[in-house]
């Protein structure tokens, strides 16, 4: 999906998600636990989905969505 300066996108528990921004962005990120590196790491399961082999591919295909 493409997002426009001032939309807000929700990502509900569990969901695995990624971000790519083309440009320079700001980006707020707000949640019902703590963001301090310890909680967020606790919060957090890594998954390797969008690489430096895939993104491309991935870009192509999702740009127009």
Known sequence: MKVTKGQNIFTPPNEIHA??????T???VS???P????T???DTVRVDFVN???ITEL?????NK
Not at 19 to 24: E, M, R
Not at 59 to 63: F, G, M, N, R, Y
């Open 19 to 24: 971000t790519y921004f083309p440009v320079t």
């Open 35 to 38: 963001r301090d590196q310890e």
């Open 40 to 42: 967020y790491e606790k």
């Open 52 to 54: 430096e082999q895939n």
């Open 31 to 33: 949640s019902l636990h």
């Open 59 to 63: 870009l192509k295909e999702h740009s």
């Open 26 to 28: 700001s980006l707020i």
